[in-house]
């Protein structure tokens, strides 16, 4: 499930207005089907603009303070917005 921004059709789903201009993708890293690397792939592109995408792999977490996300865990996060993508490792932290 990819849950963040409310107002978004499937493959998306409203995550009650707490991220409202963010959807997150869990257990991002264990799709391993080559179908569902496809849709891990396309999912992140189909966001209306001006929404950001974090995938969380498993056994990883974030957690906010009042002016960044940091990473929590073994695996990466992976961070889109429109054609800019970054990974994030434990310890490091990105913008709300």
């Not at 963040?4 to 959807?23: D, E, K, N, V």
């Not at 889109?80 to 913008?95: C, I, K, V």
Request: hydrophobic share 50%; charged share 25%; net charge positive.
């Amino acid at each position: 499930m990819i849950a963040g921004a409310g107002g978004m059709r499937f493959p998306f789903a409203s995550g009650h207005g707490l991220l409202p201009t963010t959807a997150v993708g869990v257990h991002w890293d264990a799709l391993s089907a080559w179908w569902i690397r496809w849709l891990r792939d396309l999912a992140p592109r189909r966001l209306p603009a001006g929404v950001r995408f974090i995938g969380i792999a498993e056994n990883t977490a974030i957690a906010s303070d009042a002016d960044a996300w940091r990473v929590f865990g073994a695996g990466d996060v992976d961070v889109r917005l429109g054609r800019d993508r970054r990974a994030f490792a434990h310890g490091e932290r990105f913008p709300r």
